[in-house]
């Protein structure tokens, strides 16, 4: 009876335990859904506000003798770049939002020859951008991994194709196996660092230094969904001469 008794409390535990575990998992969703509808409503504020400046220039100056064809033209061409960013704001808000509900799915694969095609594919990102990528290796043979490697790839060509954004020669990339449970990739450029902003708010959704190519700096918040999905981690900082680290833990999901 007491053995009886006594499983009977262990299986109530463990039925507590999951579901203290599932309600911490549900609040910190709803904590990121309610973080990024605060992001989007405060970053959709600047290009409104600027398309309502415009059209009231534009309403002013119907009756400005002095207000020519050209002007009329670069005003339009101005609203037509905001609009183009409002709708590429909209699709990352989507996307990310999709990321949020994506199934990995992992396969069995040969680790050594995954990191060889990263290699190849990160190699050909950066060939025509005047950036060397150098990858640095253990020797890993004879490891099969259960991994997503489209999901990865995915991670690596958004850091890399960020480094190509600020680096100034050369991104590095090493590769090792922590404890033989995960993968870690050291991403390394010769740029000017993550921004401070960054490195005290690692979790913005949405950050970027430049408005060229209407880039909306959502890469990284992509790289950590996909991260966490795969039950690892990415961590930036900044090395002592200069320069950004990134580093992607990524486990074995045998």
Same mark, same amino acid.
Not at 143 to 153: F, M
Not at 155 to 174: F, M, P, S
Not at 247 to 254: F, G, Q, S, V, Y
């Given at each position: ?57 534009m ?16 005003? /339009? ?30 396969? $069995? ?6 990191? $060889?095609n ?19 290796k253990?020797?890993?043979?004879g ?11 995915r ?20 590769v ?9 990739? $050291?991403?390394? $450029? ?56 990134t580093? /992607? ?6």
């Open positions: 009876c007491r053995n009886e008794l006594g499983r009977l409390c262990d299986s109530f535990e463990k039925m507590r335990e999951a579901l203290a575990e599932n309600n911490k998992e549900m609040l910190e969703m709803i904590e990121k859904r309610r973080r990024l509808q605060s992001s989007v409503a405060h970053d959709l504020r600047n290009p409104i506000a600027i398309m309502k400046g415009y059209l009231e220039m309403e002013e100056s119907l009756n400005d003798k002095e207000f020519s064809y050209e002007d009329f033209r670069d005003e /339009i061409r101005t609203l037509s770049l905001t609009t183009d960013r409002m709708d590429q704001y909209v699709q990352s808000v989507s996307m990310i939002n999709h990321l949020g509900d994506m199934e990995l799915v992992p396969q $069995d694969e040969d680790l050594e020859v995954c990191i $060889d990263w290699e190849k594919d990160m190699k050909i990102l950066v060939e025509n951008s005047g950036i060397d990528i150098v990858f640095v253990d020797d890993i043979t490891e099969t991994w259960k991994l997503d490697v489209n999901a990865i790839s991670v690596l060509e958004n850091i890399v194709k960020n480094g190509c954004r600020y680096a100034r020669t050369k991104i590095e990339i090493k090792s196996l922590c404890d033989n449970s995960q993968l870690q990739f $050291d991403i390394t $450029d010769d740029g000017p660092g993550y921004p401070d902003k960054l490195l005290k708010n690692p979790d913005l959704f949405f950050y970027t230094t430049e408005q060229k190519n209407g880039h909306m700096g959502m890469g990284m918040t992509i790289c950590r969904i996909i991260c966490k999905k795969h039950q690892g981690s990415i961590e930036i900082s900044n090395l002592e001469n200069k320069g950004a680290r580093t /992607i833990k990524i486990k074995n999901l045998r």
